[in-house]
Antibody, heavy 119, light 109 residues
Framework: QVQLVESGGGLVKPGGSLRLPCAAS????????MNWVRQAPGKGLEWIAY????????YYADSVKGRFTISRDNAKDLLYLQMNSLRAQDTAVYFC????????????WGQGTLVAVSS | EIVLTQSPATLSLSPGERATLSCRAS??????LAWYQQKPGQAPRLLIY???NRAPGIPARFSGSGSGTDFTLTIRSLEPEDFAVYYC???????????FGGGTKVEIK
């Protein structure tokens, strides 16, 4: 069955960096768009990044553009989110999600990993 | 950026009642709208895509309607497991991206 498992979350100081992997299984990873979505504590959902199956098409939300980088390793069935210059407002649970219908609807999600940015 | 406004913020209903949730877009999104259900401590679950298509495995009591700027998610007869937060989501072609609404919490009355 389809599984997405995020890891790599934790406590980081403002200005610091973190890389989140998302391990995919149960489907042909390279056939699917993938996304990162985050949710601040007690708040709603915010889409942050999109990558095509080949990795050639990438989009970001304005809130993370220039600081975060989405990438993928199709040989290892891994999705990544490299987060630099972290701010307190980046504190959230980060979900990876599989995209369908040109990648913009999310049919499977991971369980999420918590990133806390605090001094 | 297209803004999605969901109403009401909270809906208090009893099991067996009909739930009607609204999502309004700041400009037309055609039919590029989805609905998700999220329970505490869980990831969201896709219910409806392209405004009115049920995702695989979603019960028939969930239905979506609308196009342009006004959309509705209807839960025909609430089951105990339906009490949750519901989000709408739109996708835009330019600039490429998507946004979520602020959510509607369906709680037990």
């Amino acid at each position: 069955q389809v599984q997405l498992v995020e890891s790599g979350g934790g406590l980081v100081k403002p200005g610091g960096s973190l890389r989140l992997p998302c391990a995919a299984s149960g489907f042909t990873f390279s056939d699917y768009y993938m996304n990162w979505v985050r949710q601040a504590p007690g708040k709603g959902l915010e889409w942050i990044a999109y990558i095509s199956g080949s990795g050639h098409t990438i989009y970001y939300a304005d809130s993370v553009k220039g600081r975060f980088t989405i990438s993928r390793d199709n040989a290892k069935d891994l999705l990544y989110l490299q987060m630099n210059s972290l701010r307190a407002q980046d504190t959230a649970v980060y979900f990876c999600a599989r995209g369908v219908r040109s990648g913009w609807y999310f049919d499977y999600w991971g369980q999420g990993t918590l990133v806390a940015v605090s001094s | 950026e297209i803004v999605l406004t969901q109403s009401p913020a909270t809906l208090s209903l009893s099991p067996g009642e009909r739930a009607t949730l609204s999502c309004r877009a700041s400009q037309s999104v055609s039919a590029y709208l989805a609905w998700y259900q999220q329970k505490p401590g869980q990831a969201p679950r896709l219910l409806i895509y392209d405004a009115s298509n049920r995702a695989p495995g979603i019960p028939a009591r969930f239905s979506g309607s609308g196009s342009g700027t006004d959309f509705t998610l209807t839960i025909r007869s609430l089951e105990p497991e339906d009490f949750a937060v519901y989000y709408c989501q739109q996708r835009s072609n330019w600039p490429p991206g998507l946004t979520f609404g602020g959510g509607t919490k369906v709680e037990i009355k």
